[in-house]
């Protein structure tokens, strides 16, 4: 194969053949006091002639221009060193060889290899130098200009880092430490408190702003998320702090500032221990796996190295992805993955026969409102509430130590059809309580989680707009879904079996706001990109009721977690919902808030939707329920 001509390395080879007779000369010259006459200069001529080409022999043998210069380093010092050294071994004895030996001064051939290193290093060390810090000089600057949030080790490093890079140049570090101002952090000036951000991002016309603070609280993240904001910059963000430390993300790989940093909060204290002896060296189950809630939930319950992990869901798609990713996560993990829908009596019997879990999370459930509104009802009874029946009865027949049962705020005095499913569910547990231990966990909405208005509010901004909003007072509770499926786990751990317990949400966020607050973090023009309110969807509310008052709960040993005091289950609700399921038959939506109305006396359907009244005909009979696995289906 034909190699291709280097010309940097020709370029580079030609320089150290000059400097070998730089050096040779330079020395003969200070040797001589500067006065060089013959017959001093015919040897030293002679002497080059051949000490050129064997100089340049040790070059190319040592491989000293395999590396660029721009990143000249230690190895390539040491290789330098040993052609010097080299040198000053066999040059001696070329000169014998040639009997040049007398007319060559000893302290020529002592003082040369010296200044030859000397010479090729500090040749290539100023190239590097002036390569890593010319994008500072305003003359020459090159790449997008940044501001880096925190002169701190991440923001050291990024600068560093980032000084490789035609791409971007931090004219500036903003650092709340008064020590650190007016100092110089790899070359770059710490210009000021990180309040004054607006000013310099005028000054140097600063479009993004990288936030380097990894380890700060949500508070400080937050804060400086809103500054960036108010500035209508781009926040960028490096990874936060236990993924650098794990070596899951490299510091360099900056991501968007999500709304988890702006709204989220601080991080979950978990039992670790405890949920470590409960899950530890178990069989664990968990449905709906390829959902969000479920594939995150998989992969908490993975590190507390449960003895084997089930996964089912009817998904096939959902389910491969998060089998693939647990495996590269987690290769030692012992798991099976079963396609599966739980509304499937058999199936779901003979994988809780054959698997003996001793917990079982259930995360499967069809949750979009608008969706299970209209024309969808029926499946939303079905899936959520027949579907609870169907795995919760067998959980009790296969003697399941503990279900913990995904809920909802949207089952909390319900307007909607799927929120009132999630109740009848909630119902079903609290129903079957016995040997096993059924815990009922309600929260609100997840950020990141399929369907929900942060990706969709982000395609849209993509777009250029507009964003769509359903009403200018439209609230909701957020958590992120790592601090979800944390206290989910520890409110398994706290349940005993019987309660609703209802996560602490924090404080509601106008959706409107939201949407502002991300167009300005994305680096979009929010006098271009408008929010256009649509309405209220069919089911949909206003306010969310916040899950963890004082008034609506009572506090257990966990700051984040209350049990609810909700209404007691219905037992006949329980008896003639699957019954009426389990008929061969498919009910319209207004058959199913009918029912709904009379299972759930909170349930509110919205105004002007179709409610069809429940004929003596239609009434299934309410019959005793055992605690056996359902009629197959």
């Not at 909701?476 to 409110?491: N, P, V």
Request: a positive charge; glycine letters at 6%; charged letters at 20%.
């Amino acid at each position: 194969m034909i190699r291709r001509f280097n010309w940097r390395a020709a370029l580079a080879f030609v320089h150290d053949v000059c400097v070998t007779a730089v050096a040779w000369i330079a020395i003969y010259w200070l040797r001589f006091n500067l006065d060089l006459h013959e017959p001093f200069v015919g040897d030293m001529w002679s002497a080059l002639a051949w000490i050129l080409p064997l100089q340049a022999t040790i070059f190319l043998s040592l491989g000293l221009y395999r590396g660029l210069w721009r990143y000249a380093s230690l190895p390539d010092l040491q290789r330098i060193m040993l052609a010097a050294g080299l040198g000053a071994i066999l040059i001696p004895l070329v000169l014998v060889m040639l009997k040049l030996q007398t007319a060559v001064p000893r302290s020529v051939l002592v003082f040369y290899p010296i200044v030859l290193m000397f010479l090729m290093a500090g040749s290539r060390f100023v190239y590097r130098i002036w390569k890593e810090h010319r994008l500072y000089s305003p003359l020459a600057a090159l790449g997008e200009p940044v501001l880096v949030i925190g002169a701190g080790e991440a923001g050291a490093r990024l600068t560093h880092e980032m000084a490789r890079s035609r791409q971007w140049r931090v004219v500036g570090l903003l650092d709340d430490d008064p020590t650190k101002h007016g100092r110089q952090l790899r070359n770059v000036s710490v210009l000021g408190p990180i309040v004054d951000l607006a000013l310099w991002t005028r000054r140097y016309g600063v479009r993004k702003v990288i936030i380097a603070l990894p380890s700060a609280n949500h508070a400080v993240r937050r804060r400086v998320a809103e500054l960036c904001a108010d500035a209508e910059v781009e926040a960028l963000t490096v990874p936060a702090y236990d993924e650098l430390i794990s070596g899951r993300s490299p510091l360099t790989m900056l991501r968007n500032v999500e709304l988890d940093d702006l709204l989220g909060r601080d991080p979950v204290v978990l039992d670790n221990a405890g949920i470590a002896e409960w899950l530890g060296n178990r069989v664990v189950m968990v449905t709906g796996a390829g959902g969000s809630i479920g594939a995150e939930l998989c992969r908490q319950i993975a590190r507390f190295r449960p003895a084997r992990l089930v996964l089912f869901d009817i998904s096939e798609a959902a389910l491969y992805e998060i089998r693939t990713a647990l495996l590269d996560a987690f290769p030692q993990l012992g798991m099976i993955a079963i396609v599966g829908d739980v509304k499937h009596a058999a199936l779901v019997e003979h994988t809780l026969a054959r698997e003996k879990p001793d917990v079982i999370f259930h995360a499967a459930a069809y949750k979009h409102v608008p969706l299970m509104e209209e024309t969808n009802a029926w499946q939303a009874v079905l899936n959520n509430a027949y579907g609870t029946w169907v795995i919760a009865s067998a959980a009790v027949a296969a003697r399941v130590e503990k279900f913990v049962l995904v809920s909802t705020d949207k089952a909390v005095n319900p307007t909607s059809v799927m929120g009132a499913t999630k109740r009848v569910a909630e119902q079903v547990c609290q129903t079957l309580q016995d040997a096993t231990q059924f815990v009922i966990v309600r929260f609100g909405n997840v950020f990141g989680s399929a369907g929900s208005v942060i990706p969709r509010f982000a395609e849209q901004i993509a777009r250029g707009g507009p964003v769509t909003v359903t009403h200018p007072d439209i609230t909701r509770f957020f958590m992120s879904l790592s601090e979800a499926t944390q206290l989910l786990l520890q409110a398994g751990l706290q349940g005993k079996g019987g309660e609703i317990l209802a996560l602490d949400m924090g404080e509601p966020v106008r959706i409107a706001d939201l949407a502002r607050d991300m167009i300005r973090l994305y680096g979009a023009d929010p006098d271009r990109i408008a929010v256009v309110f649509t309405g209220l969807r069919p089911g949909e509310k206003l306010y969310e009721e916040p899950l963890a008052s004082e008034e609506a709960t009572k506090p257990t040993t966990h700051p984040k977690l209350r049990i609810a005091q909700a209404r007691a289950a219905n037992r006949d609700a329980v008896r003639q919902m699957v019954a009426w399921c389990e008929r061969d038959r498919i009910a319209d939506d207004g058959e199913v808030r009918a029912r709904m109305q009379a299972w759930i006396p909170e349930y509110a359907p919205p105004a002007g939707a179709s409610i069809k009244p429940i004929s003596a005909d239609s009434a299934p009979e309410p019959v005793a329920v055992p605690l056996r696995a359902p009629r197959r289906r």
